[in-house]
């Protein structure tokens, strides 16, 4: 890398989660299943729900402080929030201004972008192209969902998959040899079908019709999104690894979206990456869409996991549908 060129440097992280906690033995008093049935086809052995008075700018506002904390820079110094999310506090303005208000972040510019579980990736893409033009040099990004608030509690091949949680990343400029290497963003959107939430926009608009029929609820085809998932899944890691010319062994760490335990060992096992290098949250945290990677990349930090000069990958996939990865070196 030549001195003048401009890396985009995660420089703080911080994450965060409701106090309540569902397990799975809790949905056995709910809907008809088991700890076994949900442990054998997802890993999931609890998730965290937030409470009925919270959304998802309160937990974002909670994780951005803490990644704020850890950069060591006040909010009033950063330029541009973003928060990827697909449950807002509600249709405008963006959530991302409500983070900026609690923050007291007065010169940032806010925004939000849905990209549903590949919210967290496509948004360092965006702060990437951001901080290398020169246009912001300090950015906070956050990956924030309440999905607890868009779930059918009937249906149990959804309601027992997703989780609420926050996690967030300070990104700034560096001249290093360092940080986000490169970004991969796909989308086939001929393929939206597989997971969407049918009702309450322009679409579907909100009526007794709509909400009669659940559309205001998350719905998926499991079967078809498994297949898919891991195909996108390992493309996208490849992708990141033959553009910068590294191999499997050359990554020490791997955080792909928490989706799914057999989509991760499905995906690990193609790519043949050790368990020992996978970061994996998803038997605590479910399934947190746009909040899954950035917390399990605060979990790796905080615990020792990540090290300066580690090739870090980070692998998501979601309803769009969406996929993407980003190689940062560390």
């Given amino acids: 890398m030549k001195d003048s060129q401009i890396r985009t440097k995660i420089i703080g992280t911080g994450s965060f989660l409701p106090e309540k906690v569902l397990t799975n033995h809790d949905f056995e008093k709910m809907v008809d299943t088991n700890d076994q049935w949900i442990t054998e086809r997802t890993g999931i052995k609890s998730r965290h729900i937030a409470e009925k008075n919270m959304a998802s700018s309160d937990l974002a506002t909670q994780a951005g402080k803490k990644a704020l904390k850890d950069a060591g820079i006040e909010p009033k110094e950063l330029d541009l929030i973003i928060v990827a999310t697909i449950t807002p506090d509600m249709f405008f303005p963006p959530t991302a201004c409500f983070v900026q208000a609690n923050l007291g972040a007065k010169n940032a510019a806010a925004f939000d972008i849905a990209a549903v579980c590949s919210g967290f990736v496509f948004g360092l893409s965006v702060a990437d192209g951001f901080i290398r033009s020169e246009k912001y040099k300090k950015i906070l ?34 001249k290093k040899n360092e940080g986000i290497l490169s970004t991969h963003l796909y989308t086939d959107g001929n ?21 009669d029929k659940n559309l205001h609820y998350v719905h998926m085809n499991g079967r078809e999104t498994y297949k898919v998932a891991v ?15 590294l191999k499997t062994e050359d990554i020490d760490v791997f955080i792909p979206h928490q989706a799914n335990l057999r989509i991760i060992e499905a995906v690990a096992e193609r790519l043949n990456f050790p368990r020992e290098k996978i970061v994996i949250t998803i038997d605590r945290h479910g399934n947190t869409s746009a909040a899954s990677i950035p917390l399990a990349l605060d979990i790796a930090v905080k615990d020792g996991r990540i090290k300066a000069g580690d090739y870090v990958l980070m692998s998501a996939f ?9 190689l940062v070196k560390w």
């Avoid at 393929?191 to 909400?211: A, C, D, Q, T």
């Fill in 318 to 326: 979601g309803g769009g549908l969406n996929w993407g990865s980003v």
């Fill in 141 to 174: 990004l956050i990956g924030v969902e309440v999905m607890s608030k868009i779930l059918d509690y009937k249906d149990r091949n959804t309601c027992v998959l997703f989780g609420d949680g926050a996690g967030a990343v300070v990104v700034a400029p560096t």
């Fill in 231 to 245: 195909k996108a899944l390992v493309k996208a890691s490849v992708d990141a690894m033959e553009h910068n010319k």
């Fill in 191 to 211: 393929l939206g079908e597989l997971i969407n939430m049918p009702g309450g926009g322009s679409r579907n608009p909100i009526s007794k019709e709509m909400i």
